[in-house]
């Protein structure tokens, strides 16, 4: 290719309109550019269609009249020849368009009178697809077209391709941003019920624990207090990690290095913090309304027949965010077959209790924690035990001594409310009907133990 093509070429393809989105200042760079390459006085771009039955022309210079054309509709039934050969050929080279097969329907309409004697149209190309051509007219008589000069118009065609990627990369992001928009509106919306939702649970609170006796707040707080507050906080996490993957990927969209997989990557996690937000607050939100309905009586707790392994592995999963933040791993073992008649409500209690103390107390500042809950069955007196176990800070014998006691709490003035492992007592000696037991040692972890029976009455 000779040096002139050469030097024009290397002009387009680093200006920085090429890659600007604005397709519009593209296809002026790329005309003036296949103007002056090939010193011709007329130069096109044309688009098919959606439905390939006609071809637009987005933009045509024409230098001979100093004029500029555009929305020129050719259909393809008028001039059959002509789009036969865009669909057939790689590049129509008309020497003598009124003679030339491909574009003499054009001769008495068109080529005459503009003086146009020579065309040379080369497709452009999307995405594997030929969606249009640039087509370049030479005024005069007959014209040679060298094979420098097809390589030329075909490499522009390429760098066109090229400029309609960044307008469609423009579009992306423009719709990436208003998804973000959204969904940090409904981030901020959930935020705003919770808040409220926290407000109103504080208030009552205060009124009860003012209001009641101490011998009967441990039962009274059960259906409120730090059961709750458990489910609100992993809501919190829930909100917090969906903002932080916003972040991430709003600066993945500022950095122009946004993939497809990390934005499907991004939306499920996105999706997942909302599913397991909205289930979270719906729990807190029944909590609050039954509190005000009437006192919490923990008899009332509706006894099912549970698959205990299933049940337990949806109490985990809605815990995730919780756990997640604090690196820990939890590891179930029971039976896949194991059916329990008991009440699953205070089951998933206790458990949310269990893991939000390990996570607060015992694994604050430490790495690679883990949780093990083991069901096992004893047949002859028809009872199951389920042990929680731990490997964070462990306790003294001084705080086991006490650790079932209401408000009693290491975290004092901290936000511990000392009422979680009280609650935890009342559900599994009432709702349950079992017994707890607690093992301990520093920096042994903690081992909490249930025995409870197959069938509640």
């Known amino acids: 290719m000779r040096q002139q093509l050469v030097q024009l070429l290397y002009g387009v393809s680093m200006s920085s309109d090429l890659d600007s989105g604005n397709v519009e200042l593209a296809e002026r760079l790329i005309l003036n550019a296949v103007l002056d390459g090939l010193e011709i006085g007329r130069a096109g771009i044309w688009l098919l ?21 555009q929305m020129i509709v050719l259909p393809r039934d008028a001039y059959p020849a002509y789009f036969k050969a865009l669909d057939t050929q790689r590049t129509i080279t008309a020497v003598d368009a009124h003679t030339d097969p491909a574009t003499s329907e054009f001769s008495e309409s068109y080529l005459a ?32 077209w060298t094979e420098d000069e097809c390589s030329f118009i ?10 309609l990627s960044a307008q469609e990369n423009e579009r992306i992001n423009a719709e990436l941003e208003r998804s973000n928009q959204l969904l940090e509106q409904r981030v901020a919306e959930r935020t705003r019920t919770l808040e409220k939702t926290l407000t109103e649970l504080t208030d009552t609170q205060e009124k009860l624990i003012e209001s009641e006796k101490m011998a009967s707040l441990g039962n009274l707080v059960a259906g409120i207090a730090h059961e709750v507050n458990t489910p609100i906080g992993i809501a919190v996490t829930a909100n917090s990690s969906a903002k932080d993957k916003l972040t991430e990927l709003d600066k993945l969209v500022q950095s122009n290095t946004l993939t497809k997989a990390a934005l499907i990557d991004g939306m499920n996690h996105l999706n997942e913090c909302f599913k397991i937000s909205f289930t979270n607050l719906e729990r807190a939100a029944k909590l609050i309304s039954d509190f005000k309905q009437t006192a919490v009586d923990q008899s009332s707790l509706n006894l099912l027949e549970t698959n205990i392994k299933h049940y337990l592995e949806n109490i985990v999963h809605s815990l995730m965010p919780l756990t997640r933040g604090h690196n820990v791993t939890v590891t179930i073992k029971c039976d896949d077959d194991l059916n329990l008649i008991t009440v699953p409500g205070a089951l998933s209690q206790i458990i949310l209790n269990l893991v939000n103390n390990s996570c607060v107390h015992g694994f604050t500042g430490r790495q690679q924690n883990h949780i093990d809950i083991v069901v096992t069955v004893n047949h002859e007196n028809d009872t199951y035990t389920l042990c929680y176990k731990d490997n964070g800070h462990g306790m003294s014998a001084e705080v086991i001594h006490k650790v079932f006691e209401p408000f009693f709490t290491t975290k004092r003035g901290t936000g511990g409310s000392g009422l979680g492992m009280s609650i935890v007592y009342n559900l599994a000696t009432q ?27």
């Open 113 to 144: 009178p503009l003086n146009i004697g020579a065309m040379l149209d080369a497709p452009i190309r999307y995405k594997g697809k030929m969606i249009g051509i640039f087509c370049c007219e030479h005024i005069g008589g007959q014209r040679q």
């Open 154 to 163: 075909g490499a522009l065609a390429d760098l066109y391709g090229r400029a």
């Open 431 to 457: 709702a349950l009907q079992g017994e707890v037991s607690i093992a301990s040692e520093l920096d042994q972890g903690v081992a909490a133990t249930f025995k409870l029976p197959m069938k509640i009455a």
């Open 49 to 69: 269609n959606k439905e390939n039955t006609a071809i637009e022309c987005r933009l045509l210079l024409d230098r001979e009249n100093d004029k500029e054309i």
